[in-house]
């Protein structure tokens, strides 16, 4: 490792796994520690957030984990409140919470409508409103958000929810960026393609009358011929969170093997 992160606190909001395997926010939360951050590992389950910490711990270094939910704005200051008092400041905000929520207008009802932006695009909003005064205070921060492929483009799957709260997701980090750029805070999204995580298996196999077959379907749309894992994710992230990127702000970055620029579409 470079050590570009050395030094560093950062926050991860979804840094635990829906099963087993490594999540992109799993993935993520021991990437910053691997670059020497200290990792605090935010979750809605305290078990997958220790199980995370505990990771980082056993490799030699520095996490704590802390649970939080990111639909309740004071669950969500009272997790930021919790890093503040141990360290005194947050550099890194790295926002990883998603649901992919299946069914097109006629299919969903409001409540679930308004459920899948609450926690897709409403984390976002949550968890920058409690930590940008810290930043601000100190005139400086970095934050990541986890947006998707399905903000700029149908990748198959009948998400409207989805897509339109990603979509939201990458316009509020152009909006984070420009508005607190003079304040010397960066704010920049990620887009993952067809990326290999224990989520696909849980909320996307459903679609296919296999693992097998979802597997080879997703690796058929990107152009690298596979699927990406999740440290494709987390080392754009690196690279975002660190001074290697001081100058860039407001990029949407896919990370997607080439699908975003293919005429390829479906799954």
Same mark, same amino acid.
């Given at each position: 490792?470079?050590?570009?992160?050395?030094?560093?606190?950062?926050?991860?909001?979804?840094?635990?796994?829906?099963?087993?395997?490594?999540?992109?926010?799993?993935? =993520?939360?021991?990437?910053?520690?691997?670059?020497?951050?200290?990792?605090?590992?935010?979750?809605? $389950? /305290?078990?997958?957030? $220790?199980?995370? &910490?505990?990771?980082?711990?056993?490799?030699?270094?520095?996490?704590?984990?802390?649970?939080?939910?990111?639909?309740?704005?004071?669950?969500?200051?009272?997790?930021?409140?919790?890093?503040?008092?141990?360290?005194?400041?947050?550099?890194?905000? @790295?926002?990883?919470?998603?649901?992919?929520? *299946?069914?097109?207008?006629?299919?969903?009802?409001? /409540?679930?409508?308004?459920? *899948?932006?609450?926690?897709?695009?409403?984390?976002? #909003?949550?968890? +920058?409103?409690?930590?940008?005064?810290?930043?601000?205070?100190?005139?400086?921060?970095?934050?990541?958000?986890?947006?998707?492929? =399905?903000?700029?483009?149908?990748?198959?799957?009948?998400?409207?929810?989805?897509? +339109?709260?990603?979509?939201?997701?990458? $316009? &509020?980090?152009? =909006?984070?960026?420009? $508005?607190?750029?003079? @304040?010397?805070?960066?704010?920049?999204?990620?887009?993952?393609?067809?990326?290999?995580?224990?989520?696909?298996?849980? !909320?996307? *196999?459903?679609?296919?009358?296999?693992?097998?077959?979802?597997?080879?379907?997703?690796?058929?749309?990107?152009?690298?011929? !596979?699927?990406?894992? =999740? #440290?494709?994710?987390?080392? &754009?992230?690196?690279?975002? +969170?660190?001074?290697? +990127?001081?100058?860039?702000?407001?990029?949407?970055?896919?990370?997607?093997?080439? !699908?975003?620029?293919?005429?390829?579409?479906?799954?």
């Amino acid at each position: 490792m470079t050590h570009r992160l050395k030094g560093k606190i950062a926050v991860i909001f979804g840094a635990g796994s829906s099963g087993p395997g490594w999540s992109n926010g799993k993935a =993520a939360a021991v990437s910053y520690a691997r670059e020497g951050a200290t990792v605090v590992c935010i979750d809605l $389950q /305290e078990d997958v957030a $220790q199980e995370t &910490a505990g990771i980082i711990l056993s490799e030699g270094f520095k996490a704590i984990a802390v649970k939080s939910d990111v639909t309740s704005t004071e669950s969500v200051t009272a997790a930021v409140n919790t890093v503040i008092d141990h360290y005194g400041r947050i550099d890194i905000l @790295h926002n990883n919470v998603g649901v992919a929520t *299946s069914g097109g207008p006629e299919d969903l009802d409001d /409540e679930t409508f308004r459920k *899948s932006l609450d926690i897709n695009v409403g984390s976002v #909003f949550r968890t +920058a409103k409690a930590v940008l005064p810290h930043m601000k205070a100190r005139k400086s921060g970095a934050i990541i958000n986890i947006s998707s492929l =399905a903000a700029i483009r149908w990748t198959g799957y009948p998400y409207f929810a989805y897509y +339109a709260a990603k979509g939201a997701v990458n $316009q &509020a980090t152009v =909006a984070l960026a420009l $508005q607190y750029a003079p @304040h010397g805070i960066r704010a920049n999204c990620i887009m993952p393609g067809m990326i290999d995580t224990p989520l696909i298996y849980k !909320q996307i *196999s459903a679609n296919y009358a296999s693992n097998d077959e979802m597997i080879a379907a997703r690796n058929r749309l990107v152009p690298l011929g !596979q699927m990406g894992s =999740a #440290f494709d994710v987390a080392n &754009a992230a690196v690279f975002l +969170a660190s001074d290697e +990127a001081k100058f860039i702000t407001g990029v949407c970055l896919p990370v997607d093997g080439g !699908q975003s620029c293919s005429a390829v579409v479906g799954a």
